[in-house]
């Protein structure tokens, strides 16, 4: 059965304070994303990688950075967290082609107080 | 890009056909069409894919029209278990841009 994990289900963090998000697959994807999701806004991007040492800006890059040293393994960087980052933050890895599904981790749940 | 537009919310009842509709009137030559459903504290998970006509796989179907500027899931006789968020997604993958609706959020009522 394939699989997104995500280090943490919920986190409670403070203003200013660095915060990191691990995403790990094993389905051997070259593609892993970074989504945040608030009410009434849907997913929106905020970087990919489509490969080892390679990213791109999303949609909603401000305040937000990424590693992936490893293929497995995607890591979402807040260098100090803000109030406006409270959300929850889902992380999918996807297979390479024109056709083909991205598959979810269950999400974090950042609270920045 | 595609800017995708879908219903907020939506109710039906247990046994009904649901049918909702999404709206991708600048939809580009290569795009697709796909669908998701979200549970609550669950990611997204992928119901189904197309680029014309119909699609059908064992939990939908999908209706696209020949102008591409809409689309639409139908899920057939619907149970409790598919009170969810259904998201539509509109892209193509060779030069990552996507559009993702807001969501609909669906309620099945017994």
């Known amino acids: 059965d394939v699989k997104v994990t995500q280090s943490s289900r919920y986190l409670v963090k403070r203003t200013g304070e660095k915060v990191f998000l691990e995403c790990v697959q094993d389905m051997d994807h070259e593609n892993m994303f970074w989504y945040r999701q608030d009410p009434g806004l849907g997913l929106r991007l905020i970087y990919f990688?489509?490969?080892?040492?390679?990213?791109e800006k999303g949609d909603i890059p401000e305040g937000y950075s990424v590693s992936r040293e490893k293929k497995e393994r995607f890591s979402l960087i807040l260098e100090s967290a803000s109030t406006n980052q409270t959300s929850m933050y889902l992380c999918?890895?996807?297979?390479?082609?024109?056709?083909?599904?991205?598959?979810f981790g269950p999400g974090t749940r950042l609270t920045v107080l | 890009l595609a800017k995708t537009t879908q219903p907020i919310s939506m109710d039906s009842y247990e046994g009904q056909e649901v049918n909702i509709t999404c709206s991708h009137n600048?939809?580009?030559?290569?795009?697709?069409i796909t669908w998701y459903q979200q549970f609550p504290s669950q990611g997204p998970r992928f119901i189904i894919q197309?680029?014309?006509?119909?699609v059908t796989n064992e939990v939908a179907s999908l209706f696209i029209p020949a102008d591409r500027k809409s689309s639409t899931l139908s899920l057939p006789r619907v149970s409790l278990s598919d009170t969810a968020v259904y998201y539509c997604l509109v892209g193509e993958w060779s030069n990552y841009q996507l559009i993702w609706g807001a969501g609909t959020k669906l309620i099945i009522k017994p």
């Open positions: 999918a890895s996807r297979g390479g082609g024109a056709l083909g599904e991205q598959f």
């Open positions: 990688s489509y490969d080892v040492k390679m990213k």
């Open positions: 600048n939809i580009a030559t290569n795009d697709y």
């Open positions: 197309g680029y014309k006509t119909k």
